[in-house]
């Protein structure tokens, strides 16, 4: 209808209803997945033991695989760069903790959209509950993985410090932008089945241009912004310098919170947009 003057009067035409529903819905599974925590949580340990059922000491093998690579890596590491096995020993440790939570969340969320297909073709739930399970399995794994670090560090000498307790801040702030992180490779694996190769090798070569083997002064000069921009690399550092008894740099906290708040408006607007297609992408 348009006014006997010839201007259409003012309403909201159906592209913009279709989206604000859409958004609606991406709200509601955002937020009655999270509501559903003691579900996903259950599940995830019932995971963790299904895995490792039989097995002589259970979950707790990945923390032996892993101590036993850090010591010995460390003996070669430390040579090369001159340092003290004592000292880097604990170093080499807290970063490939804190990078196999991140590592194995976004490498398992590749497959875990995939591996719902049943349950998203044949009901309504909130299809974030299954990212969320991801984020739950790594970190009890990355639980038992602390429990390892913590027998090394004592034998190595680290002082205990009040400075630890900012793990758990730090935690939660890599938690939140994992979750982001996680919901966009999700989407994007479901909707080209090459996506998980690519996200593979761009792990692989992130493990070393990030300061988990290595320390970020070793890089000097131009170099340096390979670690400056690297989110992954203060990521770590909000969570390897506690367990060190250090105090991460302000400016990695600040550098993740910005991260988290850009990346769940973005991881926002995609789902809102994709998340009724995903039921048909398999």
């Not at 000292?87 to 196999?100: A, I």
């Not at 969320?132 to 027998?151: A, D, E, K």
């Not at 970020?216 to 690297?230: E, H, P, S, T």
Request: positive net charge; hydrophobic residues 55%.
């Amino acid at each position: 209808m348009v006014s006997p003057a010839g201007i259409a009067p003012p309403h909201t035409s159906p592209g913009v209803e279709e989206r604000q529903q859409l958004a609606r819905w991406a709200r509601w599974d955002i937020v009655a997945g999270l509501a559903l925590w003691e579900m996903w949580a259950r599940q995830s340990w019932n995971e963790v033991r299904r895995r490792y059922r039989r097995t002589l000491l259970g979950p707790m093998w990945v923390t032996v695989s892993l101590v036993v690579f850090a010591v010995t890596m460390s003996f070669v590491w430390a040579s090369l760069f001159s340092q003290n096995v004592k000292d880097f020993l604990p170093f080499l440790l807290s970063g490939l903790v804190s990078w196999g939570l991140i590592s194995g969340a976004i490498g398992e969320s590749c497959t875990v959209f995939l591996a719902g297909e049943g349950l998203m073709k044949s009901r309504q739930f909130p299809y974030t509950t299954l990212v969320y399970m991801v984020l739950s399995r790594n970190t009890v794994i990355f639980g038992h993985n602390l429990i390892g670090y913590v027998g090394i560090a004592l034998v190595c000498g680290v002082t205990p410090a009040w400075s630890a307790l900012l793990m758990i801040p730090g935690l939660a702030l890599v938690l939140l932008n994992m979750g982001w992180i996680c919901i966009v490779v999700a989407i994007f694996c479901l909707r080209f089945r090459d996506f998980p190769q690519l996200v593979a090798s761009l792990l692989q070569i992130a493990m070393f241009i990030t300061p988990v083997f290595w320390s970020a002064d070793q890089l000097k000069g131009k170099r340096a912004i390979i670690v400056d921009a690297n989110v992954l690399h203060h990521m770590i550092e909000i969570i390897r310098q506690p367990l060190l008894g250090k105090f991460a740099a302000p400016a990695s906290y600040f550098i993740c919170v910005i991260c988290a708040i850009a990346g769940w408006v973005f991881a926002y607007w995609l789902f809102a947009r994709k998340r009724h297609r995903l039921a048909y992408w398999f």
